[in-house]
């Protein structure tokens, strides 16, 4: 695959995955020797820890969009900036709904091979997030 069909494929990871809670699309997009390798603790760092994740981030934040700022690739590898944003409506890490409207930042660096994830790195500013609630 081309720099632009792997920007592709983690814009509709973004989108489909995150944002909608399509766990379908993994199948197409995510190898099944994915490695997390920011993986919160607890969670597994394959594809079930992806799940687990979106899962939790979607029930406490049930209206999450997913906005990609900027994408920048070169061969195998694609970094993203990009903001999440929702409606604190679930308990998360202790802290009740609250209904606020939060904005997390997250820049990711994504490696494919044959058009599916196969490593993935992150930054994001979730906890700060938390504490604010």
Not at 14 to 32: A, H, P, R, T, W
Not at 104 to 129: C, F, P
Request: hydrophobic share 35%.
């Amino acid at each position: 695959m081309d720099i632009e069909e792997n920007k592709e494929v983690v814009l509709r990871f973004n989108k489909e995955f995150i944002e909608q809670g399509n766990v379908d699309v993994l199948n197409e997009v995510v190898s099944e020797k994915f490695t997390n390798h920011t993986v919160p603790s607890g969670y597994p760092s394959d594809v079930n820890g992806l799940i687990q994740f979106a899962e939790i981030l979607r029930k406490e934040f049930p209206d999450l969009k997913v906005f990609v700022h900027q994408q920048t690739a070169g061969s195998d590898m694609v970094c993203t900036h990009k903001t999440i944003q929702g409606t604190h409506l679930g308990e998360i890490m202790g802290h009740p709904p609250t209904g606020k409207k939060v904005k997390m930042t997250v820049t990711d660096m994504v490696r494919l091979k044959n058009g599916k994830y196969i490593d993935h790195w992150a930054e994001n500013d979730i906890i700060q997030v938390i504490q604010s609630l």
